[in-house]
């Protein structure tokens, strides 16, 4: 048999293991008090929560058919990590690559998976995953480099737990009463989606622990006591061993690590998360912002409480090297500059913004005017100002520098891609600077990636999977706060090889959403923008941030509710530019 025949029955043999996971999801209300301390709504699978489990192995086919039974909410599916390369149009983000599912509808989502790993599913439609649509999955692969190192996997998540809805959290997050932006403060911390979690273990055996934060906001610390963890895997990327003894873990981030067990049965360990309350505005008393779980080496001995850690040192993942030691990508053909500020608008809420723009989805979704604008979607303007897109040329290689104006940590993530993770500054060290900086020459790649309170970071890829894909920061208020910019790769090479399925455009039939032109969805002049969907007005002109602080929390102290009373008042001048 000639050496390529080989080959080909190798492939042939390889695809027909490949499996169809065919799902029929109902997305429902489930009822759920994981924390113990509040039954509430929660969103559930098939009427069960906490959501399934996925269990993937590289090459197979995902069908899920999503119907939408919440009956009073949109929704979406994201699986976040996934490259989606050549199907884009699955990635699921609504106003980037697919309309909102309304109540009632089925959108079918049909792709291949080309990698391995620790990854998550969620709902991407604005608000919604932290109500409890959300869920870890894993993908294997033959060739995956740890594979006989370990006796068994573990999956884990980490999420903050709320116990009021996100539509009303939201509404009171992004309003003239919080003029300063604090974000609701979880309620409780979550191990699984539950807490008090026993893990089987048995002496002597090696686990691979795969842990996900799949939370709203909170970054958590995880640690297990008198036990080393080895990272090998962050965000679908194979590592080096890495030592750890504590890891921090942001919102979407994942990490998995072996952990050889004692040879001792007679003491079970705490392990513990730790919610990162730096992030917090203010820290009730009643809150417990840790959740605890056991390695049960013996279910009748003891679960011991944890031990108080006074100093909370976690690994640095800007030190990982990638298991395959790829090298830091040539230089880059087109560099995107972020700097992030988080300020007030004309309606006195605060937003979040990259260069003074706030995201706000485009009447079209881009990839729908990617498909239906010719040669026009190169230019960037048609898909609508506070869209924030950039064109990107196939086969670039693309740097994204952050510039961080704001005191906050934010864990930003990048559709369709993990990037290579150049340079990250310390705190407080200000904006990038090119002259006084070293990139890693073996850097490590991840989808989502902290920067640092006042500080920067330099990422960089190759524009190598045309699509629409997100950059946006993976806290959810930020998010729904406008911290988002969109890159659209490749829209000629999409134009001509890319089929959007009949279904797709039926969901958006059925939601009333236009799919054919511009951002406003003007078909004839593409770059005729009016009708467009613009964020909230500026301040009018004089009008701080700090005045409306002092404005609002005075008329608070002095009347409770006076205070959107004098602010609504001074609305009809917003657009005028009054100087006060
Ligand atoms: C979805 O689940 C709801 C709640 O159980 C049920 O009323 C509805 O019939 C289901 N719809 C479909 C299409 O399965
Ligand atoms: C977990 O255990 C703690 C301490 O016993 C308890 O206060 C808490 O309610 C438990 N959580 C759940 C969800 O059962
Ligand atoms: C996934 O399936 C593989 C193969 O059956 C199994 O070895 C592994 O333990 C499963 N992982 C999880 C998290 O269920
Ligand atoms: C939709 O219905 C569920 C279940 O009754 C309820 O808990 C939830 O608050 C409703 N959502 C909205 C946006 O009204
Ligand atoms: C899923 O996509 C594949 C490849 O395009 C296609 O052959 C198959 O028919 C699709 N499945 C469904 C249910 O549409
Ligand atoms: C975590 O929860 C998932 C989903 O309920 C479950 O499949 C998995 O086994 C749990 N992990 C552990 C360590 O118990
Ligand atoms: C457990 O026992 C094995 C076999 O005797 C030994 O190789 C290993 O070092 C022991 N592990 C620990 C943590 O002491
Ligand atoms: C949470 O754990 C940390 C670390 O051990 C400890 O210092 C802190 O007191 C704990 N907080 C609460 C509310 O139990
Ligand atoms: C995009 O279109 C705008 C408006 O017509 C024009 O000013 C700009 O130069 C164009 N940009 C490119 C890169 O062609
Ligand atoms: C260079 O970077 C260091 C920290 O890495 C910082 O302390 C120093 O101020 C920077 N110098 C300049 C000129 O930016
Ligand atoms: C997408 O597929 C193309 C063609 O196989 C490949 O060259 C490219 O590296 C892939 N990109 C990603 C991000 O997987
Ligand atoms: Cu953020």
């Given at each position: 048999m000639h050496f390529r025949s080989l080959l080909s029955l190798a492939a042939l043999t390889a695809t027909s293991f490949a499996k169809t996971h065919n799902f029929d999801w109902n997305i429902t209300w489930v009822t759920a008090n994981p924390d113990g301390l509040q039954p509430r709504p929660v969103i559930g699978i098939n009427n069960e929560w906490p959501l399934p489990l996925l269990n993937f192995t590289k090459g197979d086919r995902v069908v899920a058919n999503v119907y939408n039974g919440l009956g009073n909410e949109s929704t979406s599916v994201h699986f976040h990590g996934f490259f989606q390369n050549g199907t884009?149009?699955?990635?699921?983000?609504p106003g980037l690559v697919q309309c909102n599912i309304p109540p009632g509808e089925t959108m079918l989502y049909n792709f291949t998976i080309d990698q391995s790993g620790t990854y998550w599913y969620h709902s991407h439609t604005k608000g919604q995953y932290p109500d409890g649509w959300r869920q870890a999955l894993v993908i294997h692969d033959e060739n995956d480099p740890y594979i006989g190192k370990y006796d068994h996997e573990y999956v884990i998540t980490l999420s903050d737990w709320y116990h009021d809805q996100m539509p009303k959290l939201l509404k009171e997050f992004i309003s003239v009463e919080n003029p300063t932006g604090a974000e609701p403060v979880p309620k409780s911390a979550l191990m699984n989606e539950t807490q008090n979690l026993t893990v089987a273990v048995e002496p002597g055996k090696t686990y691979l622990f795969r842990l996900a934060n799949i939370g709203a906001f909170a970054s958590q610390y995880f640690w297990i006591e008198d036990h080393e963890m080895q990272i090998v895997e962050v965000d679908g990327v194979w590592t080096e061993p890495a030592t750890a003894e504590r890891i921090y873990i942001a919102s979407a981030q994942r990490y998995s690590f072996l952990v050889t067990m004692k040879n001792e049965t007679d003491k079970n360990y705490a392990m513990v998360g730790s919610m990162?309350?730096?992030?917090?505005?203010t820290l009730p008393d009643t809150l417990n912002y840790n959740v605890t779980g056991w390695l049960v080496y013996d279910d009748s001995a003891n679960k011991p409480a944890p031990a108080d850690v006074a100093d909370f040192d976690y690994f640095d993942d800007y030190t990982l090297v990638p298991y395959d030691r790829v090298e830091a990508l040539p230089d880059a053909d087109m560099t995107i500059t972020f700097d992030l500020t988080m300020d007030n608008l004309g309606d006195g809420a605060n937003y979040a913004f990259f260069n003074g723009i706030s995201y706000v989805a485009p009447k079209v979704p881009v990839l729908y005017s990617v498909m239906s604008t010719g040669s026009a979607a190169s230019n960037a303007t048609i898909y609508g100002t506070d869209t924030h897109a950039y064109v990107l040329k196939k086969d670039d290689i693309v740097d994204i520098v952050l510039n961080n104006d704001d005191t906050g940590k934010h864990p930003f993530h990048l559709h369709g891609h993990a990037f290579q993770v150049l340079w990250r500054s310390g705190d407080n060290e200000g904006h990038y600077n090119p002259d006084n900086v070293t990139f890693a020459s073996t850097p490590v790649r991840r989808d989502t990636l902290i920067v640092s309170p006042m500080g920067n970071f330099v990422v960089r890829f190759k524009a190598d999977n045309p699509g629409v894909w997100f950059f946006h920061c993976h806290i959810e208020w930020h998010m729904d706060a406008g911290l988002a910019a969109v890159m659209v790769e490749a829209p000629m090479y999409l134009q001509e090889n890319l089929d959007i399925p009949q279904n797709h455009y039926d969901v958006c039939a059925a939601a009333g959403t236009p799919t054919q032109g511009n951002a406003a969805g003007n078909t004839e002049d593409y770059f005729d923008l009016s009708g467009e969907n613009k964020a909230v007005?500026?301040?009018?002109?004089?009008?701080t941030a700090r005045g409306i602080v002092a404005l609002v929390f005075s008329c608070v102290a002095a009347f409770v509710g006076l205070a959107s009373i004098v602010w609504y008042g001074l609305a009809p001048i917003q657009g005028g530019r009054v100087v006060m």
């Open positions: 884009t149009e699955m990635d699921g983000p990162d309350t730096d992030l917090f505005d007005a500026p301040l009018p002109a004089g009008f």
